[in-house]
């Protein structure tokens, strides 16, 4: 499933759901799937409240707001994210 992640200072990461265990989801690059790489298989966990539901728009808008250093403007579009819906996993 194609998500959103919260990254180190707010930054937007387009990312998929390579697994879950607890309170963290295991996310990947969705560049690496394909590649031959321990890390890709097994993904970096996240914690279930820094994973939003995937939409192209708001992504492009997050990560237009954070190139050119809006915190407020990343603020208020971190706030419109949905959560990621754990119960489609």
Known sequence: MRVIAR????E?????VASTACDKL????PSALDADD???SVGVG????AVFQYESALLAGLQSAY?????LGLAAL?????PAR????
């Open 86 to 89: 754990t119960d489609a996993l």
């Open 7 to 10: 990254g180190y200072g707010g």
């Open 26 to 29: 295991y996310l990947v690059n």
């Open 67 to 71: 190139a050119r250093g809006d915190a």
């Open 46 to 49: 996240f914690p279930v409240c």
């Open 38 to 40: 321990d890390i890709a």
């Open 78 to 82: 971190w706030r419109k994210a949905q």
């Open 12 to 16: 937007p990461l387009d990312r998929e």
